[in-house]
């Protein structure tokens, strides 16, 4: 069974840069990544990495964000730092975690909001 704290969000003005944190506890834990879903649209992939490393970005946050992880005792911490925030990435941010075998488990999300 995996857990998901997220942290981090909030409202910022244009231009602007947080730090999202997604603490997974558990085992097994492989790909790690965080998705968006902004009001009356789909959730959309923002970030992901994989168990070494390897990590895609949307073409709307290439430039802007970086995706990293790190192993603590019995927990992976996942983390987005944005930079020269956009009105447009305003949305409700979910830490998501794949485990072997492909299971996977989502944070409860966080709120990101952009001022122009």
């Known amino acids: 069974q995996v857990q998901l704290v997220e942290s981090g969000g909030g409202l910022v003005q244009a231009g602007g840069s947080l730090r999202l944190s997604c603490a997974a506890s558990?085992?097994?834990?492989?790909?790690m990544g965080w998705y968006r879903q902004a009001p009356g649209k789909q959730r959309e992939l923002v970030a992901f990495?994989?168990?070494?490393?390897?990590?895609?970005?949307a073409d709307s946050v290439k430039g802007r964000c970086t995706i990293s992880r790190d192993n603590a005792e019995n927990t992976v911490n996942l983390y987005l730092h944005m930079n020269n925030l956009k009105p447009e990435d305003t949305a409700v941010y979910y830490c998501n975690i794949v485990v072997t075998g492909g299971k996977n488990y989502w944070g409860q999300g966080t709120q990101v909001t952009v001022s122009s």
């Open positions: 990495i994989t168990s070494n490393s390897i990590t895609i970005y």
């Open positions: 558990g085992s097994s834990i492989n790909a």
